[in-house]
């Protein structure tokens, strides 16, 4: 069975993901490189998808309970 991540392990993956993405996406040669694992996408693409999905969750939180 897997540990689940400690709340202070998931914050700083939070921080560490999107810079490392963001660095894979910025030293592709093209935005409309395929991904590997998701073929259907380019890396412009895939960009887009994350970035709606932070903006969706940072919506969440700054609205509060």
Do not use: Q, Y
């Not at 910025?26 to 412009?44: K, M, Q």
Request: proline fraction near 9%.
């Amino acid at each position: 069975m897997a540990k689940t991540a400690g709340f202070p392990d998931l914050l700083r993956l939070i921080d560490e993901r999107p810079v490392a993405f963001r660095a894979a996406v910025a030293s592709a040669p093209s935005p409309e490189i395929r991904v590997p694992t998701c073929p259907e996408r380019t890396a412009l693409d895939l960009a887009r998808h994350l970035g709606e999905g932070r903006r969706r969750w940072a919506a969440i939180v700054v609205a509060g309970a």
